[in-house]
């Protein structure tokens, strides 16, 4: 049985050590809001809740990659130009895999290497969002994306996602204010483009958002 570790007893030397089996390692409990180390020698495997990842530039800007929900994984890229960070958007549960023993099990590699295509795609999508001219386009692929890699289908071709993003992380996504999100959400829910739950998780309309490349 998985043991799990709160954040704040965490014991990180537990990573170099031998382990035979990924089912017998323990669960890294991580609350909402903390900032996930990352180690050069392995990965972190997501089994439940959000991760945001982002990095800082020499000049302090910010650029998002995306985020890891249960089943990715993620680790440091090894730049020396990126300040990677890995923050919890949510209560979140890892696991952590070296990387020697990802490159001897076959199993891991066929688990893991679809995810590391998802992650390039991810990212690859942000930067066509943000390459966006208008602000409302870019919120709503930003909205779009988060819906596809996030979301749970509901009846009359809506969709929820399933985590509630405050409107100054989604500002900080597209490159905009915090006010500006929250004029142009509020304009969403207006013209019934989208409505809250009552955790305020967001139900899109998906015949307003559509693909991302439209």
């Known amino acids: 049985m998985l043991s799990i570790v709160q954040s704040t007893d965490l014991d990180y030397s537990h990573q170099q050590q ?3 089996s990924v089912l ?11 900032e996930i180390p990352l180690f050069p020698e392995g990965v972190w495997q997501v089994t439940q809740g959000l991760v945001q990842l982002s990095a800082n530039y020499e000049d302090g800007e910010q650029v998002l990659f995306g985020w890891a929900a249960s089943g990715a994984w993620f680790g440091t890229q090894g730049s020396d130009r990126l300040d990677y960070q890995a923050t ?19 199993r ?38 988060l819906r596809d890699e ?27 204010t915090r ?8 304009q969403f829910q207006s013209k019934g483009y989208m ?11 998906n015949n307003y958002f559509g693909h991302i490349g439209n």
């Open 88 to 106: 919890a958007l949510s209560p979140v549960y890892l696991r952590w895999l070296r990387l020697d023993e990802i490159e001897s099990s076959m």
């Open 179 to 186: 006010v500006t999100v929250s004029r142009m959400m509020a």
């Open 24 to 34: 017998n390692k323990r669960l890294y409990f991580h609350t909402k809001g903390d």
């Open 150 to 176: 996030l979301g749970e289908s509901l009846p009359d071709n809506r969709t929820r996602i399933n985590y509630k993003f405050t409107h100054q992380q989604l500002a900080s996504a597209i490159g905009t």
């Open 18 to 20: 031998q382990q035979p």
């Open 108 to 145: 891991l590699s066929q688990i893991l290497l679809p995810q590391l295509a998802k992650r390039m795609r991810q990212a690859e999508l942000l930067l066509i969002i943000n390459g966006r001219r208008h602000t409302v386009e870019r919120l709503r692929g930003l909205l779009s994306l």
């Open 195 to 205: 409505t809250l739950d009552r955790h305020r998780h967001p139900i899109l309309d």
